[in-house]
């Protein structure tokens, strides 16, 4: 089945500490989203990607960086300089139309 | 810039009572989707609707209706006769349609009440 395949569900940060979030497609879509979650709080644009090896900065870039050398993987590494990670990230991928999500990785920085 | 307002942040209903869910939007573009997706306990998006800006025809699906008006900029969600798995976060969303990216409001919480 096609879909969009987000890892781990749950992951823990020790302060100080990189860690990345993985997201794949087999959807074949150009483009690629991070977002974040934040409890009661609507959806923020983390980075975006179009097309491979190109990404754009979102709302909320800072403390993060991505990569995209293949076009179905879309990983998002939250560094030391994110002051506070703790929340909900999800991974998108579109077409142009919808936007399909995978479930998501929760973040708790302990 | 593009924004999408939400102001509803809560509501709750008895099951078997309609509900219309707010959104309200400001776009510079002249072409533009809307969306609306449900976010169950669960976490995951789920797609509900995507709404092309030059089309405004109201559209029905099962208990799911949508009243798109592009004269107050507003694409709202009515559930008829509720029900508890209706419980979810929905969020609207806006994006352009010459680029691929999506703005969304901050989410109503819908609670259905048995």
């Known amino acids: 089945d096609g879909g969009i395949t987000q890892s781990p569900k749950y992951l823990f940060r020790k302060e100080g500490q990189n860690v990345t979030l993985s997201c794949e497609q087999n959807l074949n879509h150009d483009a690629m989203y991070w977002y974040r979650q934040d409890p009661g709080q609507g959806l923020r644009l983390i980075y975006y990607s179009q097309i491979v090896n190109d990404f754009q900065k979102g709302d909320i870039a800072e403390g993060y960086s991505v990569s995209r050398e293949k076009k179905e993987s879309f990983p998002l590494t939250v560094t030391s300089a994110q002051k506070n990670p703790t929340a909900f990230y999800l991974c998108?991928?579109?077409?142009?139309?919808?936007?399909?999500f995978g479930q998501g990785t929760r973040l708790t920085v302990v | 810039a593009q924004k999408v307002t939400q102001a509803q942040t809560e509501i709750s209903v008895v099951e078997k009572e309609d509900v219309t869910l707010d959104c309200v939007y400001e776009t510079r573009d002249t072409t533009y989707y809307l969306f609306w997706y449900k976010q169950p306990p669960s976490g995951e998006l789920v797609f509900l609707i995507r709404?092309?800006?030059?089309?405004?025809q109201n559209e029905i699906s099962g208990r799911y209706s949508w009243n798109f008006q592009k004269s107050t900029s507003s694409f709202n969600f009515t559930i008829t006769a509720s029900q508890v798995v209706d419980s979810a976060v929905y969020f609207c969303a806006l994006s352009p349609t010459s680029r691929r990216q999506l703005t969304f409001g901050s989410g109503t919480q819908l609670t259905v009440l048995p």
């Open positions: 709404r092309n800006s030059f089309d405004e």
């Open positions: 998108a991928s579109t077409t142009g139309g919808e936007a399909f």
